[in-house]
């Protein structure tokens, strides 16, 4: 309790987002070196991203490009217009002195994200303040030498986009919600492989805590150095936690940029929070504004692919699954079109939703990718076929999935050569089932007399007779045939 007896639950937390994306293109946004992740330090750069004298940023089309597709997927309004801005600073792994980003007019704004739904079906929306244009700063890397601090550049130059969310979120969890819903459009429109461990996706969080009631912002503090989705969620609590404790107490919050710790599961400052004229922004000289034509933006959101929101509706309608079965399935674009291949091929939607989120799954668990699976979709249509034609059993069908999806084998393939394939021959059947009655002749008898409940018993000790290859269900019409006839 403070000294004002107010607690943390008083206080509501406030929670605004800017995520650094970067853009999938082969080369760096201004000049021709290799934007590819894992060179050796240094290796990707050339005199415009090493900020040479004379040396002049040329625009990659690709980037522009991809940052619309993104900001169209977004729902925001792209501009015609917009402007390169110098956004000065002096870090050690900034060649130049300044980053090229955009400031007062950026490329696209006013669009939102849909992260769930209320618990009245209402959606739970997150407004974006804008989608801009920029270039990454390189890499300071401290533990390469001891004592001392490197510099590698190979990322100076890279294409990024900022998404900048309005402060919308009033939780960690939606804040967790809103991370995981934007890295999933981002995956779906292709603009970026969206790869937080190698920096493809970055988040800097800003949070204030108010009184819950309250309607004016508080002082924000950002939180940088999150590298992880459960890490940004660990972060805002311990920072509201730690705001709350200085209001509570009587104190006042200062604006201020704090690091993330997570192996102390503490934030702590790094420097005051500069403001936009801290960075002396101004238009980039070498760069003349970006005019893009009505006709060409337009184009481009016709361009859009499926997006998840959309992929969950018609998976609903199409395949009538459950919400938690298209939850999985569209996780992302390749499961998705995998179950989609699978359903076409087989006719069944819902048998190849069970088999894609129960072995397929386990096996990307396991460290497969669908990109190496050797077991294609097709395939296993084929399997699903041979199921519900009683070719196979669904035990022998979980032993051809393990085998094909080591081999690639064809399903029938294999079921001929491992011996799997269901047993229909009568002679062979009445032969599996007069050898178990004769085994088991207690069993045998109380079923003679009447106890149903030891059909399955015995239908089951026939196929482990048969080793999986008699027809199940004409087992179970010779077995109650004979207890009809009292046999």
Known sequence: MSAHGRTIADYEMVVGLEVHVQLLTRTKAFCSCSSAYGAAPNANTCPVCLALPGALPVLNEEAVRLAVLAAHALEATVNETSIFARKNYFYPDLPKGYQISQFDKPLAEHGKLVIGTNADGTPITVRITRVHMEEDAGKSVHDRYAGVTAIDLNRSGVPLIEIVSEPDMRSSVEAGAYLRALKQVIEYTGVSDANMEEGSLRVDANVSARLRGETKLGTKTEVKNLNSFSGVERALEVEFARQVEVLASGGTITQQTMLWDANRGEVRPARSKEGSHDYRYFP???????????????????????????????????????????????????????FEEVARVDGDAKGAANWVIRDVRQLLNSGATLATLKLRPTSLAQLLTMVRDNTVSHAAATKIFAIASESGDGPLDIAKRE?????????????????????????????????????????????????????????????????????
């Open 284 to 338: 980039e000289p070498d760069l003349p504004p970006l005019q893009l034509a009505r006709a060409w933006i337009d184009q481009a959101r016709v361009a859009l692919p499926e997006l998840p929101a959309a992929k969950r509706t018609r998976f609903a309608t199409e395949y009538n699954l459950t919400p938690a079965e298209i939850e999985v399935l569209t996780a992302d674009v390749p499961l998705a079109a995998y």
């Open 419 to 487: 011996g799997l394939l269901q047993e229909r021959n009568e002679n062979a059947l009445v032969g599996w089932v007069d050898q178990v009655l004769a085994e088991n002749p207690d069993v045998a008898a109380r079923f003679r007399s009447g106890d149903k409940k030891l059909l399955g018993v015995l239908v089951g000790l026939v196929m482990k007779a048969s080793k999986g290859r008699a027809d199940p269900k004409a087992i179970n019409q010779l077995l109650s045939a004979r207890a009809a006839a009292g046999e």
